[in-house]
């Protein structure tokens, strides 16, 4: 049958071979095994060629320009990869601008360093995806400004996170045994390398990377805001006369008052809350401003001065540019945000609402509308304890109009008892809101 299927199925031959492997010629002396195929095969002679040397960071010494196509110009502080030695010469690759490889003399060049990530600008070591969003998104950062951090999902590798106009994308960068990787089959030995690929060649991940990211502190000192002109006010100083206070722009208006945007000593922007007298017990006054004043977390808005002399009443806090939250995620730039970042405005806001309930605080009136947000898209509570300032009759069942239903717990809707857990139902409405 063999012989039939080989002739008539030749196409089969490989599978043929398999079933009924062929023997090979035994030229050999019987029951002596043949020295020459037993023998490993030699190597083909090949010409001797340096060995190469493991990957070595160097760093050029002086200026080179190259005199043919086959060397690489640098400059002095170029820092470059060997991959080869030649002779006198070392084939390299350069790290700072264009990626480019070619041959330097090495008596330009000298054994550098490496770098820690942590001296490049680009590299943020402690930074969640939701954190990246939010300081790329941040006015100091513009469209292209990017950074590499590691990543959360997966231990060992890093993500490059770009921002795009008012979005921010995020790429994998994977580590191999011999390298890394944004898109399988480039790999680099370094991130410097990657990066300076991606520079040259933005187009394959479609998003330029222009300039390293900001980090917040630098950020903040850029911003046009100068700082505040003296300390803030001690316990005793609290208390400010309105001649210091400039109203510029009109903000807001709610049940309490009005919200304006002014100038404190005409430098420092800040946030004044003009109390109406109608809306508001004298008696109480003193003790909530004292109330205000004792609270101090990063999550809630800081009380600046008050004025409390005559009428009407200001309460002077810190400014946050982009409004309420209700107002902002109701932007273009709000509704372009991603889930990380909205996730990121709920922890934000727990975080106050948590410090609230340690000092046994309720707040009663906690909705987006009564979240700020700032430049560098901070989240704080506002208007805490102001609900205490207001009349009972405020809060009266009978006036519905001015219970806020859809966030109000249906206890204290329906017999004005607020608690902690009033809070937290209405913490639950505000997630809900877009």
């Not at 095969?41 to 005199?67: G, H, N």
Request: aromatic share 10%; proline share 9%.
């Amino acid at each position: 049958m063999e012989p039939f299927l080989r002739k008539r199925l030749t196409f089969l031959s490989f599978f043929w071979d398999k079933i009924w492997p062929v023997a090979a010629p035994d030229d050999g002396v019987p029951g002596f095994p043949d020295p020459a195929a037993s023998a490993e095969p030699e190597p083909p002679a090949t010409e001797p060629c340096s060995p190469p040397v493991p990957m070595q960071l160097f760093q050029a010494l002086y200026d080179f320009r190259a005199r043919c196509s086959a060397e690489l110009s640098v400059s002095r502080g170029d820092r470059l990869y060997a991959l080869k030695e030649e002779g006198d010469y070392i084939f390299a690759r350069r790290l700072s601008g264009p990626p480019s490889t070619g041959l330097v003399p090495i008596t330009h060049l000298a054994k550098a360093t490496p770098e820690t990530l942590s001296d490049h600008p680009w590299y943020f070591s402690g930074i969640s995806r939701a954190g990246a969003q939010q300081l790329l998104l941040s006015p100091a950062n513009a469209p292209g400004a990017f950074l590499i951090r590691p990543s959360e999902s997966s231990h060992g590798d890093y993500s490059l996170s770009v921002r795009v106009q008012a979005r921010v994308r995020h790429y994998r960068i994977s580590t191999a045994a011999d390298g890394l990787y944004l898109q399988k089959g480039r790999l680099f030995p370094s991130l410097e390398e990657l990066l300076a690929y991606y520079k040259a060649n933005w187009k394959l991940i479609r998003n330029p990377l222009l300039q390293p990211c900001v980090p917040q502190k630098a950020a903040s000192r850029g911003t046009e805001c100068p700082p505040p002109p003296q300390k803030l006010p001690q316990q005793d100083e609290w208390e400010r006369p309105r001649s210091e206070f400039a109203l510029r722009r009109k903000l807001g208006e709610g049940y309490f008052g009005e919200v304006w945007e002014g100038l404190w000593l005409g430098s420092t922007p800040v946030a004044v809350k003009i109390i109406k007298s109608a809306y508001m017990k004298l008696a109480d006054l003193s003790k909530e401003i004292q109330t205000l004043k004792s609270l101090k977390h990063e999550r809630l808005i800081r009380l600046h001065a008050v004025c409390s002399e005559g009428q009407p009443v200001y309460i002077v806090t810190e400014l946050m540019r982009k409004g309420n939250l209700q107002a902002f995620l109701g932007s273009p730039e709000g509704r372009a945000l991603g889930l990380p970042l909205l996730l990121s405005f709920a922890c934000q806001v727990a975080e106050g609402m948590s410090y609230l309930e340690d000092r046994r605080i309720v707040h009663r009136d906690l909705a987006a509308r009564n979240v700020l947000v700032g430049d560098d898209l901070a989240c704080k509570v506002a208007d805490f304890g102001l609900a205490r300032l207001l009349k009972d009759d405020i809060y009266s069942p009978s006036s519905g109009s001015k219970i806020p239903v859809k966030w109000t717990a249906p206890e204290a809707a329906n017999y004005r008892i607020y608690s902690q857990k009033s809070d937290v139902w209405s913490f639950g409405v505000l997630l809900y809101e877009d």
